[in-house]
């Protein structure tokens, strides 16, 4: 049994968590999810985790979130909407088991390209949050959106693929309408990446 770390922030609405807890819950992912820990007491996560049994810990200031998780142990640490930066010596010490979510189409190679269900080169994103990875969909009008599920490492936005998802970008799509299919196809790429890490 894999065992798991998340580490949120209140960025986000922790509904990749929940999907994952859903996802163990009924068997579909073999893991435990030992601790979810927040750079933030008023994130949703921690309800999300307190609601389901989970051990959560809110990080103090100036607090080192390294120190932390080791503590831990785990196998796997997933990153969701966490907002700090991951140290070199962090990304060290849990090489290819940091799980991070990006909201672009990461290549293979830093060189490569990830070509759309269509045919048409997909949009890497490199640099940009949620908001902005959005916008850069419509403003470039894009014929997909696409999110990544990917081991952090030293390069930027980039590292091994673990999962990727596309949505079709719609004529009348706005920001709300877009984000919201592509968070829904997020949830499942989280699931679908510790499913074939764990199971």
């Excluded at 293979?108 to 916008?135: C, H, Q, R, S």
Aim: include cysteine; hydrophobic fraction near 40%.
């Amino acid at each position: 049994m894999k065992k798991l770390v998340f580490l949120i922030s209140n960025a986000g609405s922790g509904t990749n968590l929940q999907s994952v807890i859903d996802a163990i819950e009924d068997n579909r992912i073999h893991a435990t999810i030992l601790a979810v820990i927040s750079d933030a007491s008023d994130a949703r996560g921690v309800i999300r985790a307190k609601d389901h049994g989970i051990e959560t810990y809110v990080l103090k200031q100036g607090e080192n979130v390294e120190k932390i998780v080791s503590e831990y142990a785990p196998d796997y640490i997933c990153l969701t909407g966490w907002k700090q930066i991951i140290t070199d010596s962090f990304l060290k010490t849990f090489e290819n088991k940091i799980l991070n979510l990006h909201p672009g189409l990461i290549p293979d190679t830093m060189d490569g390209e990830v070509k759309n269900p269509d045919g048409t080169t997909a949009l890497w994103n490199k640099g940009m949050f949620m908001d902005k990875a959005i916008t850069n969909f419509l403003v470039n009008k894009a014929t997909y959106a696409g999110s990544s599920i990917h081991f952090l490492s030293q390069e930027f936005d980039f590292g091994t693929v673990l999962a990727r998802g596309f949505v079709s970008v719609e004529p009348d799509d706005k920001m709300e309408s877009l984000y919201a299919r592509l968070k829904e196809k997020e949830n499942q790429l989280y699931v679908e990446a510790l499913q074939k890490l764990c199971n």
